[in-house]
């Protein structure tokens, strides 16, 4: 079945520690995306990539960084600088184009919960 | 600035009981617009995407439309099961573009 995997599904992040979440994809996608939820708030662009070795940042970016080194695999390591880290971060993937429009498809997310 | 707004927040019906969710939006140009539906602590599951106003989609008690300025989802005779928090997104007409979301309406169907 194609889809797009996240782990794990709970994550506790110590003060002063970097944290990793993992994203995977098998749709054959090429753009990728991480966001982050907060309650009563929209979802918030971190980071985003368009192609293998590439990648953007979005919105809120601060404290956190990425890399794009497979097709299938973006992860997030969120730093001991994002100070505000409790959220529940959504992975996503889409084909990438700049003339139509390009749904994107959400992994189960990851909650990140400081100790 | 793309600004999406979502109305309203929270909403609540009773089984079988007809209504419709708003999306507002103030776009340059629109390439898309998308609905998601989410439940708790799991992903957004996407629904349907309008690319130009007049268009409607359907799905089961789904209902989505497009104007100009705003999307509507209708649902009709509402189950239970039906019971999550329904999201818009749109995308500009404007090279490769990133959404941007609304802040989510949260339905509630009571049996």
């Known amino acids: 079945d194609g889809g797009i995997t996240q782990s794990p599904k709970y994550l506790f992040r110590k003060e002063g520690q970097n944290v990793t979440l993992s994203c995977e994809q098998n749709?054959?996608?090429?753009?990728m995306y991480w966001y982050r939820q907060d309650p009563g708030q929209g979802l918030r662009l971190i980071y985003y990539s368009q192609i293998v070795n590439d990648f953007q940042k979005g919105d809120i970016a601060e404290g956190y960084s990425v890399s794009r080194e497979k097709k299938e695999s973006f992860p997030l390591t969120v730093t001991s600088a994002q100070k505000n880290p409790t959220a529940f971060y959504l992975c996503?993937?889409?084909?990438?184009?700049?003339?139509?429009?390009?749904?994107?498809?959400f992994g189960p997310g990851t909650r990140l919960l400081v100790l | 600035e793309d600004q999406v707004t979502q109305s309203p927040e929270a909403l609540r019906l009773q089984e079988g009981e007809s209504s419709s969710l708003n999306c507002s939006y103030t776009?340059?140009?629109?390439?898309?617009l998308f609905w998601y539906r989410q439940d708790p602590g799991k992903g957004p599951e996407f629904l349907f995407t309008?690319?130009?106003a007049g268009e409607e989609k359907e799905k089961e008690r789904l209902k989505a439309t497009l104007t100009k300025k705003e999307s509507f989802l209708h649902i009709t005779a509402p189950k239970p099961e039906d019971s999550a928090t329904y999201l818009c997104a749109v995308q500009v007409n404007s090279g490769y573009s990133t959404l941007t979301f609304g802040k989510g309406t949260m339905l509630l169907v009571s049996p």
């Open positions: 776009v340059s140009g629109l390439r898309g």
């Open positions: 749709l054959n996608h090429d753009a």
């Open positions: 309008l690319y130009s």
């Open positions: 996503a993937s889409s084909t990438y184009t700049t003339s139509e429009q390009e749904t994107q498809y």
